[in-house]
C-alpha cells in the first residue's frame, strides 16, 4: 500500500517509479487509472487527485497516458472534478487536509485550489442543508479551518464569503473569526462593517481580538443597530467589572 500523501509528495523519480512498474491488462483508457489505484490499495480519485495536485507532475508527460488519460489536460479535469464534488466519500478528510497542507507552497496549484473551492464548498453547504449531518458538519469546519490557517485563500475569496447574503454558514464555522486570526483583513476595518453580525461581532469580542479603543470608536456611529449597541455596551460593562 502506497500513502496518499506519499505520492502527493513523490518527486519526478519517485512517481516514475511507482507507476511505470505497472502493467496494466484492461480493455480500454477508462480503466487503467481504477487497476492501478486497486494495486495501490487506493481508490481511483484518491490517486487521481494525489497525481494531480502533484506540482511535479507537468514534467513528466508519459504520467497521463500511464493512467488511461489522453492527455495532461484530461487528467486535471479527471482531477477538479473529484475534489469539486465529492464530498468525503471518495477522498477523505485527511486526503483533503494533505492536499491543502501541500499545495500552500505550489503557486500555480495554490491559485487552482482557490478558484476550485467555490464549487466544492457549494457542493458541501447544499449537502448539509439537506441532511444536516452532524458528520459532515464536524469535517466541513476542520477543512474550512485548514483552509484559513494554511494560507490556501485570499482576499477575493475572503470577500465573496463575506458578501454571501447568508450568513448561516459563516457564523456555523465562527469564519469571521478565522478571517480576523489569519489576518486576511484587518480586524478594525470588518468590525466596523454592517454586513457582519452582531453575533458574529460577539465571538469576536469573546475572544479578546478587538481593542477598546475600536468598541468606544464604533459605538460613536449612529447607525448602528440596537442589538449590537447592546452586545458592544455589555461588553464595555464586563470588562470593567471588577
Known amino acids: 500500500m502506497v500513502a496518499f500523501k506519499e505520492i502527493l ?15 496494466v491488462a484492461v480493455e480500454s483508457n477508462a480503466d487503467k487509472a481504477a487497476a492501478i489505484a486497486l494495486q495501490l490499495k487506493l481508490r481511483k480519485a484518491q490517486l487521481v487527485c494525489a497525481i494531480g495536485f502533484n506540482g ?3 514534467n513528466l508527460p508519459t504520467i497521463p ?9 484530461e487528467l486535471l479535469n479527471a482531477r477538479n472534478e473529484f475534489f469539486t ?7 477523505t478528510l485527511d486526503n483533503i487536509l494533505s492536499i491543502y497542507s501541500v499545495v500552500k507552497n505550489d503557486a500555480e496549484n495554490k491559485q487552482i485550489i482557490e478558484y476550485l473551492l467555490a464549487n466544492r464548498l457549494q457542493a458541501i453547504e447544499n449537502w448539509i442543508d439537506k441532511t444536516v449531518d452532524s458528520l459532515i458538519i464536524d469535517r466541513y469546519k476542520e477543512e474550512m ?7 490556501i485563500i485570499g482576499i477575493d475569496f475572503v470577500e465573496k464569503r463575506l458578501g454571501s447574503p447568508d450568513s448561516g454558514f459563516r457564523a456555523l464555522l465562527n469564519e469571521v ?7 486576511i483583513i484587518p480586524v478594525g476595518e470588518l468590525f466596523f462593517r454592517n454586513s457582519i453580525l452582531p453575533q458574529e461581532k460577539r465571538k469576536l469580542l469573546s475572544k479578546g481580538l478587538i481593542p477598546v479603543s475600536i468598541i468606544k470608536t464604533r459605538l460613536e456611529d449612529p447607525n448602528i443597530s440596537v442589538t449590537e449597541k447592546k452586545i458592544l455596551h455589555d461588553h464595555l460593562a464586563l470588562s470593567r467589572a471588577p
Do not use: H, P
Open 9 to 23: 509528495e513523490a518527486n519526478e523519480e519517485q512517481l516514475l517509479q511507482l507507476l511505470c512498474k505497472f502493467n
Open 56 to 58: 511535479n507532475i507537468k
Open 65 to 73: 497516458s500511464t493512467l488511461g488519460f489522453n492527455n495532461y489536460a
Open 85 to 91: 464534488k465529492d464530498i468525503y466519500r471518495l477522498i
Open 145 to 151: 479551518r485548514a483552509i484559513y490557517s494554511d494560507g
Open 177 to 183: 473569526t478565522l478571517i480576523v486570526e489569519s489576518k
